[in-house]
């Protein structure tokens, strides 16, 4: 079992920036990627980024160049930096924890609102 718990959610003005944190406990080897998604009010979840163990990234096209996703393995914590911030990336940011295709379950963190807005 993993649990997932996020930080650094906030109101920042369009432009700014904001850095969340996601830390892990539990059965840290079995996870394989971690990663961010996010939630606007009145739609669906949506993934953001994405990072394996390998360090293998991927982002959706709408925060490439903007946010950067990185893990520090010796804290067991994942983290999104987000910068050039823009209203519509206002959102309840979800980290999440995928495991190895062995133990095969997903865990998501409780969430963390982002408000972007002047």
Not at 11 to 18: A, D, F, I, K, T
Not at 33 to 50: I, L
Not at 82 to 89: C, G, Q, R, T
Not at 90 to 105: H, R
Request: charged residues 15%.
């Amino acid at each position: 079992h993993v649990q997932l718990v996020e930080s650094g959610g906030g109101l920042v003005q369009p432009g700014g920036s904001l850095s969340l944190s996601c830390a892990a406990s539990g059965s840290i080897s079995t996870i394989y990627a971690m990663g961010w998604y996010r939630q606007a009010p009145g739609k669906e979840r949506e993934f953001v980024a994405t990072i394996t163990t390998a360090g293998d990234v991927v982002y959706v096209d709408s925060v490439k160049g903007r946010f950067t996703i990185s893990r520090d393995y010796a804290r067991n914590t994942a983290y999104l930096q987000m910068n050039s911030l823009k209203p519509e990336d206002t959102a309840v940011y979800y980290c999440n924890a995928e495991q190895y295709s062995d133990y095969g379950n997903t865990y998501w963190g409780q969430g963390t609102q982002v408000t972007v807005s002047s």
